[in-house]
């Protein structure tokens, strides 16, 4: 993470005037009032983020790069200048290395299908950690049992901390690419990923960095991390769903061949052959997500205008808050770092008697959405040897009160299995 | 204050007293010797995993034992199915996992087959709470695939 001049934010970090942009969280569950604490799923949209969407819908729609008439033209400018939101949201040197898919899941399965088919080998690994998302494991472990390669984990001790002295001789000189989660989904972990490009680099190895927990809560400077390549989703940081990101250094992406193939990617087609269309188009095929890249846009700006060094922050001390009222409850057990300020805005809990889902059945009656299960990371829920957990993550608009809520809320459900 | 205030109340409908004591205290859980079927099934979603180990003797059950882990609605639902299955004939076992089916489903059982059931009607309260009628449902759909398979 570093300091940067755009994570500083123009507008006052108020709570009550970003919640009153939200218009679902004047919505009652079960006649009471919501409190949302799934952010690590997808988080609420502004009204900022929902307007963007209606107002292309109504002033602009047309198809991009196609056209000479003002609405095409207006609809390629508001995507372009999208991308280049995004490009200085992440400090990306050029906004062509930013190319839109649908969601991390895309992003990751993109650099699957073309840089690593093209160059991982048999013999060769890609080291990932114990704690990544399915959408950061199953890829690589398909690619590898089709070449014949490697998958090799990145252990972490009990608290979910990266284990160094391991890390340096699982990354060799066999290893091509090292892919690991910026920030854990279940553990709230932050891995050193500046570290670990590092120890890639050294092996002459590439580094991708799953994002999709990272971005959307604190400053992410691609080039201070030394990363290769980033995903993430506009979904989990106050835009809609069905658009995602990935940025790439611009020398590889020159390198790979295309993902998909057809309209808008090529810059020319004869009847016996194609010639590929420059960055970023190469890799985006046919009519792109323009409305979604519009609200992306308008998701980035409203984040900027907060700051993210102040959204970290606030994540940071609501998370702190947390993690001391859910330890105070005697029956509770936290998964991942014990010390808050070694995590990020998700507590991931089991507790002693009561299944997660009968938990999450009995928040959901008192207005309170966590999620339970494994949190689609099977293998790192079933290492700390339970089968399913509960998990509550917070956003911009969480508050102390929400998260008494939930302690309440936990109390209520110990009360009412053990009358 | 318990329920009230905070809407608990609402999930009695779930959580029946009949069922929190299966749940607490499940029922034929000891090992069968020798089971004729013997398997595991899971909800990879949630988790939640049993063992189910039956002795067919010409087409009855002359012992059962569930036993695994799970949310209180799929262990209450796994001890009242061994308890109804002990001594039935698997034909009558069948028609019981058809007729639980269908009550969770939130289509209509005869009076005889609500005789039939008797505390596992209780579980028709998950129809209110769509998410759950796959933990009611996992040890009776695995229970029976594992009878097909051995009648086959
Ligand atoms: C760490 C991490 N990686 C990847 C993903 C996948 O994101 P998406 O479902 O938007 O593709 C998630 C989302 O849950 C995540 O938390």
Known sequence: MSESTLSAGT??????????????LQRKIHGQELVYLDNAATTQKPKQVIKSLTDYYEQTNANVHRGVHTLSMEATNGYEVARTKVAKFINAPRSEEVIWTRNTSESLNLVAATWAEANISE????????????????PWQQLAFKKGAEIRYLSH??????????????????????????MSNVLGTINPVAKLAELAHDVGAVILVDAAQSVPHMPVDVQAIDADFLAFSAHKMLGPTGIG?????????EEMPPYMFGGDMILEVTYEGAKWNDLPYKFEAGTPNIADAFATGAA?????DLGME?????EQELTAYAMEQILSLDNVKVL???????RGGVISFVHDTIHPHDLGTALDQQGIAIRTGHHCAMPLVRSYDVVAAARASFYIYNTRSEVDALVNGISETEGYFNR | MMGGMSGLNEMDELYEAIILDHYRSPRNTAAVENPDIDLEVNNPFCG???????????????GVSITGRGCAISQASASLLAELVDGKSTEEVQAAVDCVRRLLKGEEISNEEADILGDIEALGGVRKFPVRIKCALLSWVGLDDGLKEHLA
């Open chain 2, 48 to 62: 939640d995993e049993f063992h189910i180990q039956l002795k067919v003797d010409d087409c009855s059950i002359s």
């Open chain 1, 123 to 138: 013999g060769d690994n890609i080291v990932i950690t114990a704690m990544e998302h399915h959408s950061n494991i199953v």
């Open chain 1, 336 to 342: 991942g770092p014990q010390d808050s300020s070694q």
């Open chain 1, 157 to 182: 001790n009990d608290d979910g901390v990266i284990n160094f002295v391991d890390a340096s001789s699982v990354i060799d000189s066999r290893t091509k690419l090292v892919s690991v989660t910026h």
């Open chain 1, 11 to 24: 507008r006052v970090f108020d709570p009550d005037a970003i919640r009153a942009d939200f218009p679902i």
């Open chain 1, 245 to 253: 990101v990935l940025w790439g250094r611009l020398d590889l992406l």
């Open chain 1, 300 to 304: 980035v700006d409203y984040l900027s």
């Open chain 1, 310 to 314: 102040n959204v970290w922050q606030h």
